[in-house]
């Protein structure tokens, strides 16, 4: 099994004094399955062994396409990337700069509380929402299983206690994000000119930030992921 493998090759990479609060970084393009993917991870680390995690994602939902398109030109003109996080599974709000970013990973290496308002959930389209994560009230090890397209960068990398890059075929994650298209709340057609656009755009951003430390996974088939040697 993928993860057993997985967990293992974490584990032995990971720095023995930071084993209480670990942080595993979950990259790759759009449509590779990062989202899948941490899901499941986290799930493993839950029931085979016994470690509570929270799922963190990178995504941008709270605001209209206007408004974020605007934040994303104000914010280029800064050097800053366009960023955004999930609390827990589904649940989102919007962040815009390194400044925030770093702000949160600290509090999470620090163990302590979280808690964020005017969420905003994927699935139903409720917005509004309050979630807090109480890092600090217990001594029990926590995985944060942190997932995001633009996570691989300094000084944001430094944060992580591995990099699991998430690798997929073109056409196959095409699919993917036709049909996630389809079925959102408010559904659209993606047009193969647009996606080769953002793609062309990550995958420039992955090669520029990979490092051979990185641990990578063959995700072409959910039911058949394989580590890359």
């Not at 030109?73 to 649940?91: F, M, P």
């Not at 979630?131 to 944060?159: A, T």
């Not at 193969?192 to 520029?208: G, P």
Request: glycine share 6%; aromatic share 10%; charged share 35%.
């Amino acid at each position: 099994m993928v993860f057993e493998k997985l967990y293992s090759e974490i584990e032995r990479r990971v720095n023995p004094s930071n084993k209480a609060v670990v942080i595993l970084g979950v990259s790759g393009n759009m449509g590779a399955g990062k989202g899948h993917f941490s899901a499941e991870l986290g799930d493993f680390l839950k029931s085979e062994k016994g470690i509570s995690n929270f799922y963190w994602n990178q995504d941008r939902h709270q605001k209209s396409r206007k408004e974020k398109e605007a934040i994303r030109q104000r914010i280029l003109g800064t050097g800053q990337i366009l960023d955004s996080y999930n609390l827990s599974k589904a649940i989102y709000f919007d962040s815009y700069s390194w400044d925030e970013m770093l702000l949160y990973l600290t509090r999470i290496k620090n163990r302590e509380s979280i808690v964020a308002n005017d969420l905003y959930q994927k699935a139903s389209g409720e917005r509004n929402l309050r979630v807090s994560i109480p890092l600090g009230e217990s001594n029990e090890r926590i995985v944060i299983v942190y997932v995001g397209g633009f996570i691989m960068h300094q000084p944001v990398r430094n944060f992580f206690d591995v990099m699991i890059v998430i690798e997929c075929e073109k056409e196959e994650r095409f699919k993917r994000m036709y049909e996630r298209a389809r079925k959102l709340e408010k559904p659209y057609e993606l047009k193969r000119e647009r996606f080769n656009e953002l793609d062309d755009f990550t995958t420039r951003y992955l090669e520029e930030n990979r490092s051979s430390d990185d641990l990578r996974i063959d995700n072409d088939n959910f039911g058949n992921r394989k580590i890359i040697i």
